[in-house]
């Protein structure tokens, strides 16, 4: 062969393998990953299908004696990947949810906005509101599951729910100091942590209740926005406004804005993943946010500054059985970081109606349930 008429290779892969590929509207029999060799230098037009995928069409300039590769990212078909739980077609109060919580054996719990709760056992879907049941409110704003109690946050005191018999506590029969509770949890001790929205931090331990505020204590607002509970018995407690604070049962320690850096004073929610490091999700829409992840008390903030997370406002997290993170945002859709790379979900790309999203959770068989316009179930990336 003459110098210069080299003739060129191409290696072409996808993500996932083993879709189709036609070069030049030509069948060629292979799946991806694909060598293809003695190619002529030229525009190359490649187009891939994979069954449960949109077909992808990528067009190539091949010069002379090269070796290359190409790796294509198969776009998911929304009409396989995503479910839309429509009360138009399914039997739900409403298509407006605040917050998603599922327990170990699978079973759905959805705070429906004014509609009370939804428990979906995935056979039969049953609301319970204040006209049917003891709940002392529909507007539910956090929930928790310990063994086999759900512990309901409402704007009318912490309702108790064990799945036949009901328990409300408010002001009238009980020690808490304010009826409209934000947040619940429980500590490893059997504690359930209230987080009220003017009457500061509660400890309920079955008996009676400590209150710990600005005038007892050295908590920095009556505010809590958001609790959570980690393996080592500390109390993470979000505000509205004045950041977050770790209880280890005698001391208070803050981490904000001006102290340490937090990306915003304005909390949303906190968790942990399973290495124990602790994610907040936070941000408001005049001085935004994004996550924060603190480490051995070392803190780090994840913004779209910083990194290829999208949004100045997350609103929850939960992680997967490989440790990802999962963050629901009201201005860029579903986030999910696989390894260092983060993968966004809005309605161009899949399956969710809008930006907006408020809560999401993984069911037992890796599925993912997000709050957004409606209620959805996404089936990907297990």
């Not at 005191?157 to 934000?182: C, E, H, K, M, Q």
């Not at 290495?275 to 994840?302: E, F």
């Amino acid at each position: 062969m003459l110098p210069g008429l080299d003739k060129s290779t191409l290696l072409i892969n996808t993500e996932p393998q083993n879709a189709n590929i036609i070069v030049n509207n030509r069948l060629s029999g292979r799946t991806s990953p694909g060598d293809f060799s003695e190619l002529e230098p030229g525009f190359y037009r490649i187009d891939l299908n994979l069954t449960h995928y949109l077909d992808t069409t990528y067009y190539y300039l091949i010069k002379r004696g090269i070796t290359d590769t190409i790796t294509v990212e198969m776009r998911e078909d929304p009409a396989f990947w995503w479910q839309t739980f429509d009360k138009s077609t399914h039997p739900i109060p409403t298509n407006s949810f605040n917050k998603v919580l599922i327990d170990s054996a699978g079973v759905k719990y959805l705070s429906a906005t004014w509609f009370g709760l939804v428990v979906f056992n995935n056979a039969v879907w049953t609301n319970y509101t204040s006209t049917n049941s003891p709940l002392p409110s529909n507007m539910i704003n956090d929930m928790h599951k310990t063994g086999s109690v759900l512990w309901l946050a409402t704007d009318a005191g912490v309702a108790r729910f064990d799945g036949s018999a009901w328990t409300v506590y408010n002001t009238a029969n009980s020690g808490l100091p304010s009826d409209y509770i934000n947040a619940i949890t429980s500590d490893r001790q059997g504690r359930i942590w209230i987080g009220t929205n003017t009457g500061g931090l509660v400890a309920f331990d079955g008996a009676a209740f400590r209150i710990y505020n600005t005038g007892n204590s050295d908590i920095p607002s009556d505010s809590v926005s958001a609790l959570f509970a980690d393996a080592d018995g500390n109390i993470w407690a979000g505000t509205w406004g004045v950041g977050i604070y770790k209880f280890d049962g005698t001391t208070f320690e803050s981490f904000n804005n001006f102290n340490k850096g937090l990306v915003s004073n304005f909390i949303r929610q906190i968790t942990a993943d399973r290495n124990g490091n602790i994610w907040i999700a936070s941000g408001n829409y005049n001085g935004g946010g994004g996550l924060t992840r603190i480490t051995n008390g070392s803190l780090s903030n994840i913004t779209r500054f910083n990194s290829g997370f999208r949004s100045s406002i997350a609103t929850s997290i939960t992680f997967d059985k490989y440790n990802n993170p999962w963050v629901t945002t009201a201005d860029a859709g579903l986030m999910f970081r696989d390894g260092s790379r983060w993968r966004q979900y809005i309605r161009e790309n899949s399956g969710m109606p809008s930006a907006s999203a408020l809560s999401v959770a993984i069911d037992v068989d890796g599925s993912k349930w997000v709050v957004s316009d409606f209620l959805l179930k996404y089936i990907g990336y297990r």
